[in-house]
């Protein structure tokens, strides 16, 4: 495992035969950074509607 660059990595392993392989790394840290509460609830809801395909606002 290399150095953590932040406290809200999140590393995703797939299994093969014995080993687990790294498939893939997310820093889930940068939407709320600088946010206000309201700022972040309305980023997250969106992107929930987003992915749900529901109309915004």
Request: aromatic content about 14%; cysteine-free.
């Amino acid at each position: 495992m290399g150095r953590w660059d932040s406290w809200h990595r999140i590393e995703y392993y797939r299994i093969e035969g014995r080993d687990r392989v790294l498939a893939e790394v997310v820093n889930d840290h940068g939407p709320y950074v600088g946010r206000r509460p309201v700022e972040y609830a309305r980023l997250v809801l969106e992107d929930f509607l987003r992915k749900w395909e529901k109309p915004e606002g």
